[in-house]
């Protein structure tokens, strides 16, 4: 089965990268500080909604996205719960050990990174890294020379995925075999890391003699491709953090899902 991962662009598009990845950190850090599950809940809904109503992908593409931070959801929910601490068991055979403490933990953290997780992948569909170091340098004035290394250093993964499926089916073409074990191991590890890390050395050393040719290693002006500015958008993206925030705390007055509003509170 092809995989299709065309998509639509939304107004989250074109809001500025920079910008953007600000108001994104101020909100990772804010979460941080949250422990109320009620509030974690509720903002966790909020974000499954912007995920997957603004990021114009399809309703698939975005699941299997989301699906290793489902994962990660239900492994360290499940972990902190059957082998956490506490005083009120609910629960318990040999090692594991269920108590109502370890539940609201495991719950609190499972949703943490599951908002971590949306709000990671929010930002990463809907923001062009290229245009993110062009605003970084524009906004945020990041020097060319660091911004610039970035942008090769993104645009060498493709071509070393390449390379290395080019060796591989080359290997595999005259026959190469290995042993069972460590030793096969062992034996593919200097196949592909050697050769791979030959070239890599090789086009970086292109790379930055280019560069220097081009003046990217100095700190005067430069003229830029793209021209990026703090918008309309950008304020339509504040103003929907600051409602999508204030509504949550808002509900968390009203609605308790779980009987607790402090994960803390019950040690």
């Known amino acids: 089965m092809q995989l299709d991962f065309s998509f639509q662009q939304t107004w989250l598009h074109k809001t500025n990268p920079a910008f953007k990845f600000l108001l994104m950190l101020i909100l990772f850090i804010g979460m941080l500080f949250i422990h109320n599950p009620n509030f974690l809940i509720i903002f966790m809904v909020g974000a499954w909604i912007m995920y997957l109503g603004y990021t114009g992908h399809s309703f698939f593409n975005l699941l299997l996205f989301a699906s290793p931070f489902l994962l990660i959801f239900i492994t360290s929910s499940i972990s902190m719960i059957l082998f956490g601490e506490g005083q009120t068991t609910w629960f318990q055979f040999g090692l594991i050990h269920v108590t109502e403490e370890s539940f609201y933990r495991g ?49 060498i993964l493709p071509i070393m995925l390449e390379e290395f499926q080019s060796l591989r089916h080359a290997l595999k073409v005259r026959g190469v075999t290995y042993q069972k074990g460590v030793k096969g191991f062992y034996q593919k590890l200097q196949q592909y890391v050697i050769p791979l890390l030959a070239q890599s050395i090789r086009r970086a050393h292109r790379i930055a003699v280019a560069m220097e040719a081009k003046k990217f290693s100095g700190d005067q002006q430069r003229t830029y491709y793209y021209k990026l500015q703090i918008g309309k958008y950008d304020l339509y993206f504040t103003l929907l953090l600051i409602s999508w925030v204030s509504i949550t705390f808002y509900l968390t007055n009203f609605i308790s899902i779980i009987p607790i509003d402090h994960v803390r509170s019950t040690n």
């Open 107 to 155: 719950l609190h953290l499972g949703m943490r990174s599951m908002i971590f997780g949306l709000l990671g992948l929010l930002f990463a569909l809907t923001t062009r890294p290229v245009l993110l170091f062009y605003s970084l340098m524009q906004q945020f004035k990041l020097k060319p020379k660091f911004a610039y290394s970035f942008m090769a250093a993104v645009r």
